[in-house]
């Protein structure tokens, strides 16, 4: 079992920044794949970034050049920096995390309100 527990979320002007911390705990060594998806009031989760435990990352096109993950070496933590924030990024931010054993777990999420 792992436990997924997010941090970091709040209200932000357009242009500002946040960091979203999620950290891991329980059967972290079975991680392989950890993540962000969000999903903004009336739309479908989206995955908006991944990083493997090798360390190679993906990004959805919309966050591409803003938002960057990226992990401790004990790899219990995952971080999401997210810059020059845009009123279409409010949403629920949910920590995801994928074991070698294809069981998906997810946090509760944290919302992230871009509003002037």
């Known amino acids: 079992q792992v436990q997924l527990v997010e941090s970091g979320g709040g209200l932000v002007q357009p242009g500002g920044s946040l960091r979203l911390s999620c950290v891991a705990s329980g059967s972290i060594f079975s991680i392989s794949v950890m993540g962000w998806y969000r999903q903004a009031p009336g739309q479908e989760r989206e995955l908006v970034a991944s990083i493997t435990r090798g360390g190679s990352t993906s990004y959805v096109d919309s966050v591409k050049g803003r938002f960057t993950i990226s992990t401790n070496n004990v790899k219990n933590l995952v971080y999401l920096q997210m810059n020059s924030l845009k009123p279409e990024d409010t949403a629920v931010y949910y920590c995801?995390?994928?074991?070698?054993?294809?069981?998906?777990?997810w946090g509760k999420g944290t919302l992230v309100t871009v509003s002037s």
């Open positions: 995801n995390a994928v074991s070698t054993y294809d069981i998906t777990y």
